[in-house]
C-alpha cells in the first residue's frame, strides 16, 4: 500500500469513526428512532453526500451501530470469562453475566438499541447475527464444559410432552450435544439473564430491588442452577 493509500485508509477509518461517535450521541439524546444521516452530517460539518460514502442509509448505520454494541458486550463477557478460565463452572457463569449487566450499566442506550425496543421500520441484517451470539456461546460452552466434565449437569424436570419436538429442535441448532433438557433450559436462562439487566436499566426494579449488585449475583446462581450447573446456588 501506498503512503497516499495509506492515508486514506487511516482518513476513512478516523472519519468513520467520527461519524459512529456523533450517531451514537444521537441514540443518547434521542433515541435510534430519530437517528438521522443528515443531523449526524451537520453537526459534523460534512454535507449529506459526503456521509452516504460512509454509509449509504441510515439502516446501513444502524447496523453498524448494533454490531459494535453486540461485540463490545461480547468482548466484555469474553474478558470476564478468561479472567476465571480455571474456575468451575458455575464461578464462570456468575462471571459471564456479572460482565453483561456491567456493560448494560456501562452502555445503556447502547444496551437499549440492542435489546430495547425495535427500531420501527429496521429490519437487521445477517450481519448481526454472529455478534449477537457471542454471550449466548459463552454460556453453552460453560454449560458443555460442566456435561462433559466430573459429575455431569444437575438431572433437570423432563420436558413436558408438547415441547419434546421443540426442545430437540433447539438442541440440535444450539448445542447437539447436550441434552434437549439442557438447551431449553438454556435459551430460558439466556432470556431470563437480559430480562434482570433489561428490569434494572429501565428502571422496573425502583421501589422494588434495593441492593441490586447482590440480587442479581443470587438471580444469576439459580438461572445456573436451573440449567443443571452443580452447586450453582449460592450457600446459605
Known sequence: ????????????????AAIKDEARRQLAAEGAAKLSLRAVAREL??????????????????????????????????????????????????????????????????????????????TAPQTTVPPAARVGLL??????????????????????????AEADRIAADLAPDLPAPAAAALVAAWAQLFGLVGFELFGQFNRVVEEREPFFRHAVRQLGRGVGLRGAAARP
Open 45 to 122: 460539518g460534512m454535507v449529506s453526500s459526503a456521509l452516504y460514502r460512509y454509509f449509504p442509509s441510515r439502516d446501513d448505520l444502524l447496523t453498524a451501530l448494533i454490531i459494535d454494541a453486540y461485540d463490545s458486550l461480547g468482548e466484555s463477557a469474553e474478558r470476564a470469562h478468561e479472567a476465571v478460565a480455571r474456575a468451575a463452572p458455575q464461578e464462570r457463569w456468575v462471571a459471564v453475566c456479572e460482565a453483561v449487566r456491567r456493560w448494560a450499566l456501562g452502555h445503556p442506550h447502547e444496551y437499549a438499541l440492542i435489546y430495547g425496543s425495535p427500531v420501527p421500520g429496521y
Open 139 to 164: 454460556l453453552i460452552g460453560i454449560v458443555r464444559d460442566a456435561h462433559d466434565g466430573p459429575g455431569g449437569l444437575e438431572e433437570l424436570p423432563a420436558v413436558p410432552e408438547d415441547l419434546h
Open 1 to 16: 500500500m501506498s503512503t497516499a493509500q495509506g492515508a486514506r485508509a487511516r482518513a476513512r477509518i478516523e472519519v468513520t
